[in-house]
């Protein structure tokens, strides 16, 4: 079992920035694959970026080149750096992980409001 607990989640002015992070707990060696998603009102959760544990890394295309997902060395936090935040960004952002032989795991997800 994995537990995952996003943050840094907030209300930005378009252009601005946020870093979210989150960590994991529990079986985290077990972990090969970390990933953010987002959920807008009214839409599909989508991924957002997504990182291997041999750090492959993948975006959607809509944050590439805004957006940078990164996991430290012990491989239990993963963060994902967001600039130039557009109001199209707004969402709850959930934390994601694979893990061997259990499947995918959630965290409770971080609003992200970008708003002037």
């Known amino acids: 079992q994995v537990q995952l607990v996003e943050s840094g989640g907030g209300l930005v002015q378009p252009g601005g920035s946020l870093r979210l992070s989150c960590a994991a707990s529990?079986?985290?060696?077990?972990?090969?694959?970390m990933a953010w998603y987002r959920e807008a009102p009214g839409k599909q959760r989508e991924m957002v970026a997504a990182?291997?544990?041999?750090?492959?890394?993948d975006y959607a295309d809509s944050v590439q080149g805004r957006f940078t997902i990164s996991r430290d060395n012990t491989k239990s936090t993963m963060h994902l750096q967001m600039n130039s935040l557009k109001p199209v960004d707004t969402a709850i952002y959930y934390c994601?992980?694979?893990?061997?032989?259990?499947?995918?795991?959630w965290g409770q997800g971080t609003q992200v409001t970008v708003s002037s």
């Open positions: 994601n992980a694979i893990v061997l032989q259990h499947g995918d795991f």
């Open positions: 990182i291997t544990y041999d750090g492959r890394i």
């Open positions: 529990g079986s985290t060696t077990s972990i090969i694959a």
